[in-house]
């Protein structure tokens, strides 16, 4: 019975760990954090803007920080206003804000295997997909194919950032889950093996006298019945005293 319980708790513990590893805290404009490891694309920051070309449109990213961005027309985007992403209409030689860091998040949506950035801008949203090359010696922006422009046309845009800074780090050494987990089946493991052994040699005791504490743990199944028993019943303890 007591062992039921641990079962139980260990395996709660197990789900717990489980369940806080698929979100993905963002702790800075290229950072965030999982339970087993965290990306950080802020080598990013150091480098010049990133830039692909579609027809007659180039966007240039600037993941991280926002900068002054060049096009290659030589004309400073937006009016030397710091940006993160800048759209060149290069028919019309003209240049636009396309969003901020501040406008961005970074998160793992559920079932993806790498997490995105997510813009913001106005009525706008861009989605940028980051992809995880190891090994490659540069990061690679991408226009998805599929992208309709001018802006006016579509609110949704979609990009791919394709590098080694998108793999996942894991973290040197254990996760403060696997931590606790290890603790807690040491001290129970020390408490019961101990204990067994204890009451063996200064008891002499055999069967389940020699389960430390075993008055309690024999009484635990009925204690947490009661226990549900009083929570269900709404407290009215007393009637079922009185009963
Ligand atoms: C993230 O990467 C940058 C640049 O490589 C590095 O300076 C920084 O310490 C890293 N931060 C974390 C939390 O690993």
Redo the contacts with the bound molecule.
């Keep these: 019975m007591c062992r039921d319980a641990f079962v139980a708790f260990a395996l709660f513990l197990i789900l717990f760990c489980d369940a806080t590893s698929s979100e993905c805290t963002q702790?800075g404009p290229c950072?965030c954090t999982l339970s087993d490891g965290?990306y950080?694309l802020?080598?990013l920051a150091d480098q010049l803007p990133l830039e692909d070309t579609l027809g007659d449109y180039t966007i240039y990213f600037h993941p991280c920080t926002n900068v002054k961005i060049k096009t290659q027309s030589n004309i400073m985007c937006a009016n030397e206003s710091k940006l993160s992403v800048c759209i060149f209409d290069k028919q019309k030689n003209l240049t636009q804000s396309f969003g901020t860091i501040e406008e961005t998040t970074m998160k793992l949506p559920k079932g993806n295997k790498y997490p995105i950035f997510e813009l913001h801008h106005n009525n706008i949203t861009l989605q940028i997909d980051i992809i995880c090359l190891p090994n490659s010696n540069g990061t690679n922006f991408k226009i998805d194919k599929g992208n309709k422009f001018p802006p006016s046309s579509s609110n949704q845009y979609r990009f791919f950032l394709i590098s080694p800074y998108g793999c996942k780090?894991s973290y040197k050494g254990l996760s403060t889950g696997s931590v606790l987990l290890i603790l807690f089946f040491t001290v129970t493991g020390i408490y019961f093996i101990g204990g067994i052994v204890t009451l063996r040699i200064l008891r002499g005791a055999t069967g389940w006298e020699m389960l430390p504490n075993h008055d309690f743990w024999s009484n635990l199944p009925l204690l947490v019945r009661d226990g549900i028993v009083f929570t269900f019943n709404c407290c009215r303890a007393d009637s079922y005293e009185r009963i």
Aim: glycine share 0%.
């Design positions: 702790q950072i965290y950080n802020s080598a780090e």
